[in-house]
């Protein structure tokens, strides 16, 4: 699921290369497990989905993160778009979601 | 497809009422249009969808919305959020969209 890992000479995650993948068949909740894992490690992931049961997995994901995150006092935004991608010499147009996040200020 | 759309005694939109309905059979180029035209007028829009088809269209809209307001200097990010709604008595579970937007530095 989690793609291109690698760890930098410090042993953090390389900056470039946290693409999540989400498959139709996907567990939402393991997903959201993975980007929640990335989020606590690094500022930024890219989560990836091709056709319209990934892209639904991949935001129930989104949001059931954002629960698991929320004792760690880190919440995330994202941006969508499409990605034109060669897979096996076909053409085929996924969404990307860049998430970045952030430490929203604690509430009193 | 744009609910409780409601103007201020200036002609504004009213900020807290901007939810943008997306169901599995809407054009995700005609949502995309109702969320760039929500965003040149207001700050902040919300889209929400339940099930796969509606969340594929919404994520859809949002990635083309995001091209509809390129030339405009806007951008949005947007937060993922689970909502339980009472539909004629029946419980679901909404996926809604915060959307914020903004405008990035114009590059060089």
Redesign the interface.
Known sequence: MLENTALDNNGHLNETSRIIKVASQSRSTAVAGAIAGVLRAAPKAEVQAI???A??QA??A??IA?QYLKDDGI????????IDLDINGNERTA?RFCV?AYRPPKSM
């Open positions: 056709g319209a049961g892209v639904n935001v129930k989104l949001a954002r919440d995330f935004f994202c941006v969508p778009q499409f969404v970045e």
